[in-house]
T-cell receptor, first 117, second 110 residues
Framework: GAVVSQHPSWVICKSGTSVKIECRSLDFQATTMFWYRQFPKQSLMLMAT?????????EQGVEKDKFLINHASLTLSTLTVTSAHPEDSSFYIC?????????????FGQGTRLTVV | RKEVEQDPGPFNVPEGATVAFNCTYS??????FFWYRQDCRKEPKLLMS???SGNEDGRFTAQLNRASQYISLLIRDSKLSDSATYLC???????????FGAGTRLTVKP
């Protein structure tokens, strides 16, 4: 199946610093990628939809100036958590979708566990 | 009311047991339904799609009830390796809006 690679898999940073997370589609082109956040024992919550060559679409309640998304190519989307605070500590996962005969299937990156200290 | 609701569990069952999970969704216009599996600290992976007529894949059977707006997953002859969190996923007509349940945690014990 399609492969989505996310990097880094975990990161620890100090409060006030910024962290960049990369999401790559390795064997297909993704004009749209999705960024999710997952807190312990909770569901994946969609943060934003990343569109190649245009601005990302953010879900209600997600600060676009804090979570900067760049989708500069058909295989790479990045999420930058700016001025991170401990409450930003979470599991961030990107996803891209592939349409095939059986329907649409979502493929996820490995996730990034962010800990802000 | 949450858009996609699941019993969080945990479900603790012995090997060989049959276990069933339900998931309800609030948007009657939802078109596509899936079960994903998520292992601890890992990304979700597609387990199976859910079709209107119901479908089976080995030990796994998925059912859809549009009238009552729920989907189900049945696992027969549980294996230790089935231990994971099972996520119910519901999408809209264009498959653009995917909504995830919080997941049901299953632990299969020897």
């Amino acid at each position: 199946g399609a492969v989505v690679s996310q990097h880094p898999s975990w990161v620890i940073c100090k409060s006030g610093t910024s962290v960049k997370i990369e999401c790559r589609s390795l064997d297909f082109q993704a004009t749209t990628m999705f960024w999710y956040r997952q807190f312990p024992k909770q569901s994946l919550m969609l943060m934003a939809t990343s569109n190649e060559g245009s601005k990302a679409t953010y879900e209600q309640g997600v600060e676009k100036d804090k979570f900067l998304i760049n989708h500069a190519s058909l295989t790479l989307s990045t999420l930058t958590v700016t001025s991170a605070h401990p409450e930003d500590s979470s599991f961030y996962i990107c996803s891209a979708r592939v349409i095939h005969r059986g329907g649409t299937e979502a493929f996820f990156g490995q996730g990034t566990r962010l800990t802000v200290v | 009311r949450k858009e996609v609701e699941q019993d969080p569990g945990p479900f603790n069952v012995p090997e060989g047991a049959t276990v069933a999970f339900n998931c309800t969704y609030s948007n009657s216009a939802s078109q596509s339904f899936f079960w994903y599996r998520q292992d601890c600290r890992k990304e979700p992976k597609l387990l199976m799609s859910v079709y209107s007529s119901g479908n089976e894949d080995g030990r796994f059977t998925a059912q859809l009830n549009r009238a009552s707006q729920y989907i189900s997953l049945l696992i027969r002859d549980s294996k230790l390796s089935d231990s994971a969190t099972y996520l119910c996923v519901v999408t809209d007509y264009n498959n653009n809006d995917m909504r995830f349940g919080a997941g049901t945690r299953l632990t299969v014990k020897p």
